[in-house]
């Protein structure tokens, strides 16, 4: 696609659900990473993928957080039993080689 | 891994000023890119620039790689020059390709 699209744009979840957020960046861009925004704040690295190798996971706050990627294609940000600190958007961001990364518009989670 | 400090951490503009943002980093660097982050949250890519100078419109930006830092300056701001500005790094000693943020500098342009 033209750019970089996250699903859905915003999502509301009750204390202890799990949710899903999608990534799907542009074709080609081999590398994908995953930030946390909390309001007003900066962005926090969570997990990023390269290719074929093993991701790195180093900013994932819980075994609750879990991501996947197949491939160069779609990932799967995954939190079980959300809490109200989840709360934030989850930006994701795509890029090929030396190049620069470009961010999706975000997936704005609130948990009630 | 690498760390990242931007200053101001805030501005207040009049419009038509200029200013310079400035992004300090601790380590060698393969990438460094500036983001603009507009009050809907978009981030929006300004500068790839890991080293010299570049420049866009109002906008320019150097990196002097050999001392770690790199400057965003902004001339004759508008108030859609309003949002935060962040800088992001790839440390040479981090996993390859991962990318630091740091904290931002929150800009606001009044008319």
């Known amino acids: 696609g033209a750019g970089v699209s996250q699903s859905p744009s915003n999502k509301v979840t009750e204390k202890g659900k799990d949710v899903e957020l999608r990534c799907d960046p542009i074709?080609?861009?081999?590398?994908l990473y995953w930030y946390r925004q909390r309001l007003g704040q900066g962005l926090e690295f969570l997990i990023y993928f390269q290719g074929n190798s093993a991701p790195d996971k180093s900013g994932l706050p819980s075994d609750r957080f879990s991501a996947e990627r197949t491939g160069e294609s779609v990932s799967t940000l995954t939190i079980q039993r959300t809490q109200q600190e989840d709360s934030a958007v989850y930006l994701c961001?795509?890029?090929?080689?030396?190049?620069?990364?470009?961010f999706g518009q975000g997936t704005r989670l609130t948990v009630v | 891994g690498i760390q990242v400090e931007q200053s101001p951490p805030d501005l207040i503009l009049q419009e038509g000023a200029n200013s310079t943002l400035r992004c300090n980093f601790s380590?060698?660097?393969?990438?460094l890119q500036w983001f603009h982050q507009n009050p809907w949250g978009q981030l929006i890519n300004l500068f790839y620039?890991?080293?010299g100078t570049k420049q866009n419109g109002r906008l320019s930006a150097t990196t002097v790689a050999t001392e770690r830092y790199s400057l965003l300056y902004i001339s004759s701001s508008q108030t859609t020059d309003s949002g935060v500005y962040f800088c992001?790094?790839?440390?040479?000693?981090?996993?390859?390709?991962?990318?630091?943020f740091g904290a931002g500098t929150q800009v606001v342009v009044t008319p």
């Open positions: 961001a795509g890029r090929g080689g030396y190049t620069e990364a470009f």
């Open positions: 992001a790094v790839e440390g040479q000693t981090d996993s390859w390709g991962k990318l630091q």
């Open positions: 074709s080609g861009h081999t590398a």
């Open positions: 620039i890991p080293s």
């Open positions: 380590d060698s660097v393969n990438n």
